[in-house]
């Protein structure tokens, strides 16, 4: 059974930088696509980015495209998002979750992290 853990969330001015980590436990998350999005208490749920385990990228958030870069590193049983040039738009929990090798829809992903929150504000 996959365990997922987000740390890194916190307060941040705008215009600042966050890297949020996702750990993996109870398996190698090299077997794994890793997912993350993020819900907004006034908003839906919104998909930001995906992993695949072999490395491929998929971007699905314009909002927060050329600012957000998904990235893994399986030596550490790790995913991360490092958040760039962030806005108060941003302030949301944000979340990982794992599926079995390929990126999918987010109802076939098996495991998902408590999510960690992100808070940007003057």
């Known amino acids: 059974q996959l365990k997922l853990v987000e740390s890194g969330g916190g307060l941040v001015q705008p215009g600042g930088s966050l890297r949020l980590s996702c750990v993996a436990s109870?398996?190698?998350?090299?077997?794994?696509?890793i997912d993350w999005f993020r819900r907004a208490s006034w908003n839906e749920r919104e998909r930001i980015s995906c992993?695949?385990?072999?490395?491929?990228?998929?971007d699905f958030a314009d909002s927060v495209k050329g600012r957000f870069v998904i990235s893994r590193d399986n030596t550490k049983n790790t995913a991360y998002l490092q958040m760039n040039s962030l806005k108060p738009e941003d302030t949301a929990v944000y979340y990982c979750?794992?599926?079995?090798?390929?990126?999918?829809?987010?109802?076939?992903?098996?495991?998902w992290g408590q999510g960690t929150q992100v808070t940007v504000s003057s």
């Open positions: 979750a794992a599926r079995f090798r390929a990126c999918g829809p987010l109802s076939e992903y098996d495991y």
């Open positions: 109870g398996g190698p998350l090299n077997d794994y696509a």
């Open positions: 992993i695949s385990a072999g490395g491929d990228r998929v």
